[in-house]
C-alpha cells in the first residue's frame, strides 16, 4: 500500500528553529567564506579551525572538532591541508602519536590576523539590522538556548564576549 502526503505530516521547516539558525548559520559563512576563500584559499572549515586555534592553544583533533561542532573526519582532513601548508603545527603529546597538540603557526597567525577583521566586518554587517536591545535580547537568547545543548566546558568558552552584546 502506498502512502500520500496526506498521510503524514511534514514539519514546516520554514518555522522550524534548528531548520532556521542552520540556514542562517550557513548564508552567513558562505558570505564570509567567499572572501577568504578567494584570499586565502580557505574553506569554511579551515577557517573555523584557525579561528579556534587562535581562540583556545593546544588543542588535539578532537577538541577541534568538540568546539566547532564539525564532524571528525571533516575536521581531520582540513588539519592535514593546514598543516600541509604551514598554517598550523602539530606536536605529539608527550610521545604519544595518537594525540596530537595543534597550534597556529607564525603563518597561521598571519593568515588569521588577515582574516579575523574581515569576519568581524561581516558581523557588524549582520547586526547593523539590529537595535542595541535587539542584539542585548539576541546575545541573552543564544546564550540561554546555548546552555542547554553546550557542554560545560564550552559554555565557558563562549561566555567571554556574545557576538551580539552591544560595543
Known sequence: MSRTRANHVPIELERFLPYRLSLLSNR???????DYERRFDLSVTEWRILA????????SAREVAERTAMD?????????RLVGRGLVSRRWHGGDKRRSVLRLSARGWR???AVAPLALQHERDLL???SVA????????LDKLGAGTFPPSERVALR???P????
Open 28 to 34: 552567513v559563512s558562505q558570505a564570509i567564506a567567499r
Open 52 to 59: 579556534v586555534l587562535a581562540r583556545f592553544d593546544a588543542l
Open 72 to 80: 571528525k573526519v571533516a575536521v581531520s582532513r582540513a588539519l592535514m
Open 111 to 113: 593568515v588569521h590576523d
Open 128 to 130: 547593523t539590522r539590529l
Open 134 to 141: 535587539e542584539r542585548a535580547a539576541l546575545a541573552r537568547i
Open 160 to 162: 567571554p564576549r556574545s
Open 164 to 167: 551580539c552584546a552591544p560595543r
